[in-house]
């Protein structure tokens, strides 16, 4: 007979030990197991998300614990509601959601659909366009808020180079209107690639026999690609849609360090602005209002994207 | 719609569920649309509700 280390760690256990192990259920031992991660998660989140709705119920300020807190009802909440800076901040993240999520969409799906026929240098090149996703966002900001210096930036040049204007005449993350389109091309260029990577693993799932058939039905490309192509695809990019619908619905540290939410209010997301209401007006009731409003949208959303999901799984 | 309401009334998975994210979805578009201060301040109370209802009826019979 073979010895084991299962079998010598079973002899090195001391016998009160094994006795109280043997004693135990397979449900209990596996509760075992899980009850630390479940510690943990109630901890670091459920225990704060409850907190937070209790919060949002009062004017607690966090830099002032020794004031009396006032039990206000839900007047944070209306506050919010009713409030034309807090809806003009939507407007500014919807702006920004619309479009990074077209552009990624629609270049993300033309480079799946480029990269998906095979050619030398495939796998080199898909690489190099998924190289910005893997980078952090604090990088990225910081990297280009050197493109876009008017003086020095590369931007300016390029543009410059296609259209005449000269690039010392504007500045991308100054006033003029094209601060909100900055932020949006830093997103599309570095989250265009995920997208793609999604529409890549939906055009690989699309049987061959399917477009055989096609063909042996005279379908031509055109046809195919709207008949078979766009609707299997479709739940794929469905999903790579909410995933970036809920991702920059919640976008701060790239847009921070790019503009700060600047010039004026002209970039300030919602949670920008919930940041600066929490830790800079330091309204922590307020404040706590304002994150369970985008809290619940969010989950709402992630609701959509787990379905979504399972619908992926069933097919 | 026939299948739709039928599935409501049964209380059915699918049709709930359909529901449910309609009123998310429009929810989101209200919270965020430029046109109307009223859309924005009900916006909360339908994504919700729609949550709510989105977590309730994934646990009916399919």
Known sequence: MTDTPIDRMARATPPHVARRVRGLSDRAIAWLFVAPTIFLLLAINIFPLIWTVRLSFTNFAANRPGREVEWVGLRNYQRILTDDGIWANMQTTAHFLIWTITLQVLIGFTLAWLINRKFRGNDLLTTLIVLPMMLSPAVVGNFWTFLYQPQIGLFNYVVELFTGVPASSFSMLGAGGLAKWSIIIVDTWMWTPFVMLICLAGLRSIPDYIYEAADVDRASKWRQFWTITVPMVLPFLMLAVLFRGIENFKMFDMVVLLTGGGPGNETLLASIDLKREAFEKWRTGYSSAYAIILFVTVFGLASIYVKALNKVKER | ?62
């Open chain 2, 1 to 62: 719609m026939s299948t739709f309401v039928n599935g409501l009334l049964r209380f059915r998975r699918g049709p709930w569920e359909n529901l449910s994210t309609l009123l998310i979805a429009l929810g989101v578009v209200m919270l965020m649309q430029p046109f109307f201060l009223w859309a924005f301040t009900y916006s909360f109370i339908v994504t919700l509700i729609g949550t709510v209802l989105f977590i309730i009826t994934s646990h009916f019979p399919e």
